[in-house]
């Protein structure tokens, strides 16, 4: 008999685990393929060492900008592939050692939830019951592949690619399709875009990645047209085979041959299969249906990351789970949703957290929004030859504290956090304003910002 058994070991299940075990719970993770889940094994990880050759390729092409001449550069794709291959494994297998040490139990199996019984939940994987007194489903998500004409095939003849496949190509192609300007979609793009791949990027709305602030998403839809990405928007795919990918926009069918197309077209929580009807457990949209502890309609049945179809990320599949451990040990816990930062790996970056202009605006708060060019950091000129991201501030004028932030440059990535930080606790101005940012630095941007107000 376990305390709890987690299906699914991905960024939610297998940090919960540990949690879990080391508050002293007998715990048992059930994983199908990989610790790690998509986040480590295709996602989040494996793209950043895609995207990481190709900001030294980058950095090789425009070297002479800054002073500096190297002899002639290429890039070896299939060696790229290797290395992911290799920082992949490491970290799974850090992964494995870290819960082996907590005392988490990890069975390699598909589990199904057969039934609950008089003494707790029962699990099946491998033909073997498992009972625990609780359950948290960590499942993840799959590439959602709608009945787009053609897809299912071109997906089994290799033609057509998802987040998965896309890792294990072995070749540089001359030219793909990127169906969907998301952030899988965009990431991808611009890795084959800087190797030298003719890329096109066909998406349904008026603008690229998704939710980001409009501004910011126009920035980085320029830039990258300036690499040479081209760009189809309000376009509808129609089809998705023989070599290429037709879609309709105004009324009209047009078509793009190509080597390869990758779907990026959002996710689906993976809830089929797992027996959840067996114990009740509601389901809306296919996704498990969890309130703000993690906690489903079923009593001791908890869910965390994908399979809930909220914020689909992994940093928040690790707080999700967190947060559930913390409720079943019956310490209240709750995530707040508005502050969780995001970010698109492209080159410059984008990140972002709380409210951008649009969203505030439906919301009816009362804000003042400023803008300021990252060239206002003298680190930001010195690194980045004629750079033009820029820092979007949004503030609550009823209580003066930064409800949203988001930025298009360098270190992006880094430097949300402090954004969301600041968000997450409500920060009033002049409190930020009291706070010493280092100097030379791109975040110091941040500071001189809230003096605009
Ligand atoms: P997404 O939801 O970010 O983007 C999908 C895009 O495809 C949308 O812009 C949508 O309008 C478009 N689309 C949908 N159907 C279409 C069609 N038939 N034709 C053309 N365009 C169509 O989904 P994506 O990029 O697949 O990413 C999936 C998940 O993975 C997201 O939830 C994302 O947050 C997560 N992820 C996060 C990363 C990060 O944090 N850096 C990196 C990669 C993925």
Redesign the pocket.
Known sequence: MYDLIILGGGPAGYNASERAAHAGLKTLVIEERALGGVCLNE??IP?KTFLYSAKIFDYGKHASDYGVTFGSSAIDHSKVVDRKNKVVSMLVGGVGSTLKKAGVEVVKATATIKERNAEGFVVTADGKDYVAKQILVCTGSSAAV?P?PGLSDSIKNGFALTNREILDLREIPKSIVV???????L?MASYFNSVGSKVYV????DHIA?PTDLEISALLQKTYEKKGVEFILNA??TSIADKKVSYEKDGKVSEIPCDYALV????RARTAGLGLENIGVKIERGAIVTDEYGKTNVPGVWAAGDVNGKS??AHTAYREGEVCINNILGKKDRINYNSIP????TNPEVAAVGETEQTAKAKGLNVKIKTVPLVFSGRYIAENEGGNGFIKLIVDADHNNIVGLHMIGTYASEIIYGAAMMVETEMRIADIQKMVFPHPTVCEVIREALFQF
């Open positions: 996602g989040c793209t709608p787009i169906v969907g300007g998301g952030v899988i979609g990431e066909v998406e349904m709305l998704g509808k795919v990026s077209i959002g996710r689909m990320l995001s970010v698109i790996y």
